[in-house]
Every structure is written in C-alpha cells, then in structure tokens.
C-alpha cells in the first residue's frame, strides 16, 4: 500500500474493537442505571421525610408519610384537629422498577411531632431493579439518615 488509505483488514480489525467495546460499554450502563433510580428513589423519599419534619414543626402539628408496599408509593399526611389523618395529595411514586420492600414504623408511617421528634419512627427498606437495596432509617429524635 502507498500509505493513502486503510486496507480492509485494518478496517474490519477496527470495527471489531469497536463493537466489542461498544457491548461491554451497555451491560456497563445497565448497572448504572440500575443504582441511579435506587439512588434518585432514596433521596426522594429521605427528602419528603425531612420536609414532613419540617412542616410538623412549622405548623405545630404531626406531619408524616404512609408507605405503600403493594404499590410501591408512599403518601404525605398530616393530622386534623380532630386527631384523624389525612391526605396532603396524592400518593407519590417511586421512579423505575423501584420498591417499597417493607417500613417498620408503626401502621406504615413515619410521622413527626411538633417539636420534630418521630411519633412513629423505623426502617424502610427501599429495593432496585437489580435487588440491591438500601435502607432509610428515622430514629425516635427525628433524624433521617441511609444505610447500606
């Protein structure tokens, strides 16, 4: 060859490195995903918790969250005057093939007082698509933080 142009072999070679790259660079790319819905779902959820804190002690009354396994949702609400709670909108679900695996506060929600301290407080253990999990715990302070 007088150096003007690629044979067909060189270029077959570079297609093939490309393609092989190209394979490993979607599996790659798949996981990541996976981990930025766990990831974006459990800040979601550690967020509306700490701003149904916040709203307990802003409007004086109890604040809180109601997670729904089965439909992998969880919904804002807040305590009338006459002790019953409802619904502050509509139920709020999580992004992907996320889940809700299990909340262990008492009758499913994490609610706070006032003073910001949890009158039901636990676990909620939040799942990906690839089974990989995290956990979001509220300790009876009020404190919102993720475990492993």
């Given at each position: 060859?007088?150096?003007?142009?690629?044979?067909?072999?060189?270029?077959?070679?570079?297609?093939?490195?490309?393609?092989?790259?190209?394979?490993?660079?979607?599996?790659?790319?798949?996981?990541?995903?996976?981990?930025?819905?766990?990831?974006?779902?459990?800040?979601?959820?550690?967020?509306?918790?700490?701003?149904?804190?916040?709203?307990?002690?802003?409007?004086?009354?109890?604040?809180?969250?109601?997670?729904?396994?089965?439909?992998?949702?969880?919904?804002?609400?807040?305590?009338?005057?006459?002790?019953?709670?409802t619904?502050?909108?509509?139920?709020?679900?999580?992004?992907?093939?996320?889940?809700i695996?299990?909340?262990?506060?008492?009758?499913?929600?994490?609610?706070?007082?006032?003073?910001?301290?949890?009158?039901?407080?636990?676990?909620?253990?939040?799942?990906?698509?690839?089974t990989?999990?995290?956990?979001?715990?509220?300790?009876?302070?009020?404190?919102?933080?993720?475990?492993?």
């Amino acid at each position: 060859m007088d150096g003007r142009g690629v044979t067909l072999v060189e270029l077959v070679a570079a297609m093939s490195v490309a393609a092989a790259l190209a394979g490993v660079a979607v599996f790659e790319f798949r996981d990541l995903q996976a981990e930025w819905h766990l990831s974006g779902a459990v800040r979601q959820v550690v967020l509306d918790l700490r701003m149904a804190r916040i709203a307990a002690i802003a409007e004086a009354r109890t604040h809180g969250l109601r997670f729904d396994t089965a439909a992998a949702a969880y919904t804002p609400e807040s305590q009338d005057d006459d002790g019953a709670f409802t619904a502050n909108g509509l139920p709020r679900r999580l992004p992907g093939a996320v889940r809700i695996v299990e909340c262990t506060a008492r009758g499913g929600a994490v609610r706070f007082r006032p003073l910001g301290n949890a009158a039901s407080f636990g676990t909620i253990t939040i799942e990906g698509p690839d089974t990989s999990s995290r956990r979001i715990v509220v300790d009876m302070a009020g404190r919102v933080r993720v475990a492993r």
